[in-house]
């Protein structure tokens, strides 16, 4: 291990002929740092983490994301707690869309309206260090994985509820990215009645999986998606109905990937699942009874942070050599 990632921790036992006492040495964790930077239609929020997954710094800016008030933001990140730039191991960007993590492009964030873009390549012109991106869901997996409900899980998916829907696959501890980077697209999951109805999904559009289970979707019923679980707790017909209609879809589709993949676990995340308790257990007893493999289901404990966080996680992940 490098020796600026260990630490002396005392004095070992004297040895049986009385020699001189070893000295031990632990892992250091704040002899270096991760920089996380997740990028969104209204803004920058910034993660600066330890080895270990220890936050020191989280902040959220709205702030345009053009690579040079990327790069002032980072610097003045860094400033405010005192960390020096030749203490970064490696920057790690979590992005609204699909991205080419191998290659470092954005090939499509209709949200930022960015497509094709070597964005890995331009932020190098800012920083001589490693820098990282990949999709914001698979980087909220990763997050869950590193300090989150999926710690010491090598099989797991991570299904993210917002305005759309998406997944991460880890499998045998590592992501799933797919031949296109498109592994996890969830939204454009079609059921039988989808088939019969001719409801297709097309590319860059919402799928009609997004069309059930979202928080666009739920929305429509009612004020908010905590409006709608509110009234739904409090017995109203309509909004229980809207609900469960929504467990049964959701159930379906979690059932589905049980059975493709086998997964340990399935974790939900994103903002529809900060309304989702009381409806956990109906969820897993139906899925439970759809398929006969079984598998454990529960929310995210992760907040804002988990994007950011698991962009450091994968950037840590693709410098393990020097860690």
């Known amino acids: 291990m490098p020796k600026k990632f260990v630490s002396e921790t005392g004095l070992g036992d004297s040895t ?61 990140s860094l400033d405010e707690i005192e960390v020096p730039m030749d203490k970064v191991i490696s920057l790690g960007f979590s992005i609204p869309g699909l991205t080419n993590s191998v290659d470092g492009i954005i090939v499509d964030a209709p949200e930022l309206k960015w497509e094709q873009v070597p964005f890995v390549a331009e932020m190098k012109r800012y920083f ?125 589709g979690i059932a589905n990937i049980v059975s493709l993949l086998n997964p340990e676990k399935v974790i939900i995340g994103g903002e529809v699942s900060r309304f989702m308790q009381p409806v956990v257990e109906q969820i897993q007893s139906t899925v439970s009874a759809i398929t006969p493999i079984r598998t454990a289901i529960g929310l995210s404990g992760l907040g804002e942070e988990a994007g950011a966080l698991g962009a450091i996680s994968f950037a840590f992940e693709q410098e393990k050599s020097v860690i």
């Open 128 to 252: 001589d260090k490693p820098i990282y991106i990949n999709n914001d869901v698979n980087c909220s997996a990763l997050a869950e994985r590193w300090i989150g409900a999926a710690q010491n899980i090598d099989d797991f998916v991570y299904i993210h509820i917002g305005a759309g829907v998406g997944s991460a696959i880890v499998a045998n501890g590592s992501l799933v990215h797919g031949k296109d980077y498109m592994a996890g697209e969830l939204g454009y999951l079609v059921l039988e009645e989808d088939l019969l109805h001719r409801n297709f999904n097309n590319l860059g559009e919402y799928g009609v999986f997004d069309k059930k289970v979202s928080g666009q979707a739920l929305a429509q019923y009612a004020s908010s998606v905590e409006a709608l679980f509110a009234e739904a707790r409090r017995g109203a017909e309509a909004s229980s109905r809207v609900v469960n209609r929504f467990v049964n879809h959701l159930s379906l």
């Open 16 to 76: 049986k002929e009385g020699g001189r006492r070893a000295i031990k040495l632990g892992f250091n964790p704040k002899s270096g740092y991760g920089v996380g930077v997740e990028i969104t239609k209204s803004g920058l929020h910034v993660c600066i983490a330890d080895l270990d997954g220890n936050i020191d710094y989280l902040k959220r800016a709205e702030i345009p994301a053009d690579r040079e008030s990327i790069h002032a933001y980072i610097v003045k």
